[in-house]
């Protein structure tokens, strides 16, 4: 058990909604890291945050937000959601932004959009 | 920019053999590069990594990784393969920006054949 939790495990809705993943770091971590997992497109990074502030960007689609919060909680915020978006959603957190560190996932969050 | 790239999508070893998994790299500047597991349903463990010093790291259950900086490789390698190490591997190098992100390789499934 790597200390991260991801909720939901699974997620199952339609085009055009909207949802929100969760993701609890490991106790006293500081950065949380958004990566969506693909077939066609592996792993991909989406966003990270360190201590309440953004601070680092890939390839986050417009349609999808981030943020986290003073309990270090982080939620991913998808819209409008499209078939393309069907993939595993993995949090990862490490203790700091230091170069380096290791980070720990959790199991992450399987969406499928129909 | 700064990418790495497995050649190998497949590895097939018997068990007691050693293992290769290749990566490469191309980074400006000096390369932190990483290696993590996913084992089926699981989120991606933290194997090993190389920031600096020794070429060769050692790491958990048993791997290592050879840095090559004239061949730009960093493959990972173990002597004898287990039935249990058969999982997906994936290479990763550290963003040049500075922050701890990391952009993953397209990983390489690995079997260990009884």
């Known amino acids: 058990d790597s200390g991260v939790t991801q909720t939901p495990k699974h997620l199952i809705t339609a085009t055009g909604q909207r949802v929100t993943l969760r993701c609890s770091p490991r106790s006293g971590d500081l950065s949380v890291y958004w990566y969506q997992q693909s077939l066609d497109q592996g792993l991909q990074f989406l966003i990270q945050y360190y201590n309440g502030e953004e601070r680092a960007k890939g390839n986050i689609l417009e349609r999808f937000s981030a943020q986290q919060f003073p309990d270090l909680h982080s939620e991913l915020n998808l819209s409008s959601l499209e078939l393309g978006d069907s993939a595993l959603y993995f949090c990862a957190s490490s203790g700091t932004d230091r170069a380096g560190e290791k980070l720990f996932f959790g199991s992450g969050t399987q969406l499928s959009v129909l | ?40 349903n699981r989120g991606l463990q933290f194997l090993l990594k190389y920031i600096t010093g020794d070429n060769l790291v050692k790491g958990s259950y048993g791997f290592e990784a050879e840095f ?29 920006s500075g922050a701890n992100n990391l952009f993953f390789g397209t990983g390489t499934r690995l079997t260990v054949i009884p």
Do not use: I
């Open chain 2, 68 to 96: 090559n900086k004239s061949q730009t490789s960093f493959h990972l390698k173990k002597p004898s393969a287990l039935v249990s190490d058969s999982a997906l591997y994936f290479c990763a190098v550290r963003a040049l």
């Open chain 2, 1 to 40: 920019a700064q990418s790495v790239a497995q050649p190998e999508d497949q590895v097939n070893v018997a068990e007691g053999n050693p293992l290769t998994v290749k990566c490469t790299y191309s980074v400006s500047g000096n390369p932190y590069l990483f290696w993590y597991v996913q084992y089926p």
